[in-house]
């Protein structure tokens, strides 16, 4: 079936940088954009950008301009969203999502999601 | 950026009730706008797109109206399976904003 399956927990030290993973599988990877959304604890849902697989062309949240970055390997489908210089602000889970068939806007399918836990 | 507000923030209604979100767009977003439910613990999931589509496999009381800067999403009969919270969420050259989230609760 078609799925996103994101890499496990991650703890990091303020100041570090973190990176997810986010597999596919039952869909040609290159077809479809993949975004990341991120949620704090007990907050709401967060775009941080886009990424479209077949190209590497990316678009990024302004808050997140200089922070993050989206790449994939196409071999494996997968993709990956870095982001560096790590915050506590930054402690959240964060989705990998697939752009919809039919919608270039919408998000048919997530990751089961992936947290990082940013802590000195 | 385009800001999306949506109301109420929290309700509380009975199994049956017919429940409506609103979502206001700071600008012009013609129909780009999509609907989420997330239940604790899990990912979102799409319930409708581009405003007015239901989602394959979403019930059909669940339904969304609205053009331009204001938007509606309804649920006609309230189930206890429903209890979650409700995101909207628009895209406009290629950027993405969620409104704020509506937590749905039974009375």
């Known amino acids: 079936q078609v799925q996103l399956v994101q890499s496990g927990a991650e703890v990091k030290k303020p100041g570090a940088s973190v990176k997810v993973s986010c597999k596919a599988s039952g869909y040609t990877f290159t077809s479809y954009d993949i975004n990341w959304v991120r949620q704090a604890t007990g907050q709401g849902l967060e775009w941080m950008g886009w990424?479209?697989?077949?190209?590497?062309?990316?678009g990024y949240a302004q808050k997140f301009q200089g922070r993050v970055t989206m790449t994939r390997n196409t071999s494996i489908s997968t993709a990956y969203m870095e982001l560096s210089s790590l915050r506590s602000e930054d402690t959240a889970v964060y989705y990998c999502a697939r752009g919809h068939d039919y919608s270039n806007g919408a998000f048919d399918i997530w990751g089961q999601g992936t947290m990082v836990t940013v802590s000195s | 950026d385009i800001q999306m507000t949506q109301s109420p923030s929290s309700l509380s209604a009975s199994v049956g009730d017919r429940v409506t979100i609103t979502c206001q767009a700071s600008?012009?977003?013609?129909?780009?706008l999509n609907w989420y439910q997330q239940k604790p613990g899990k990912a979102p999931k799409l319930l409708i797109y581009d405003a007015s589509n239901l989602e394959t496999g979403v019930p059909s009381r669940f339904s969304g109206s609205g053009s331009g800067t204001d938007f509606t999403f309804t649920i006609s009969s309230l189930q206890p399976e429903d209890i979650a919270t409700y995101y909207c969420?628009?895209?406009?050259?290629?950027?993405?904003?969620f409104g704020g989230g509506t937590k749905v609760e039974i009375k």
């Open positions: 969420q628009q895209y406009d050259n290629l950027l993405f904003t």
């Open positions: 990424m479209n697989p077949n190209s590497g062309n990316t």
């Open positions: 600008q012009d977003i013609s129909n780009y």
